[in-house]
């Protein structure tokens, strides 16, 4: 009898080595992946930095635009009292202009709402990253109590 109950215990020590094992594996393969995804991350995280710089300068441009724009517009209502022939055309730039404004104002609306989006991306990734850190944690506190116990395993296989 007593030989039954230390080979069951020993068949329950092999199951639970077993299982141990499984979990380090596991545990293993979740933290390569969780490199892949910091990699792939940061990557993602950059090229979202340098569209944010891009949209900057897009915004820098157009407010150049937009006084050569205003300049132009000075010009326009000076050269329409020359002349009859020269108001014309004047006012035809000037229409042109305006288009050019309303055009350069939708893509500039269009700009800034793309930076928001990639703006509010960005936050999401950050919780991501945040919940994956979390879940690092929780698997290394797994890991030590996975330890503790194959201790305790091998004190009660020793004696």
Not at 31 to 54: C, G, T, W, Y
Not at 118 to 143: N, P, T
């Amino acid at each position: 009898m007593y030989e039954e109950e230390v080979t069951e215990r020993l068949r329950q020590n092999v199951v639970n080595a077993e299982e141990v094992c499984k979990v380090l594996e596991y545990k293993r393969k979740m933290e390569n992946d969780l490199r892949f995804f910091k990699v792939n991350f940061a990557k993602m995280v950059a090229d979202k930095e340098d569209a944010i710089a891009q949209l900057g300068n897009a915004q820098i441009a157009l407010s150049h635009l937009k006084e050569e724009l205003e300049k132009n517009k000075l010009v326009v209502k000076a050269d329409t009292n020359i002349h009859q022939v020269l108001r014309a055309k004047a006012e035809k730039e000037r229409d042109q202009e305006k288009l050019e404004k309303v055009k350069l104002l939708q893509e500039m609306d269009q700009i800034k709402q793309e930076r928001d989006n990639l703006l509010e991306e960005r936050e999401k990734f950050k919780q991501e990253k945040r919940h994956l850190e979390y879940i690092i944690g929780d698997l290394f506190k797994e890991k030590e109590a996975t330890k503790g116990k194959i201790r305790k395993i091998k004190e009660i296989v020793d004696e």
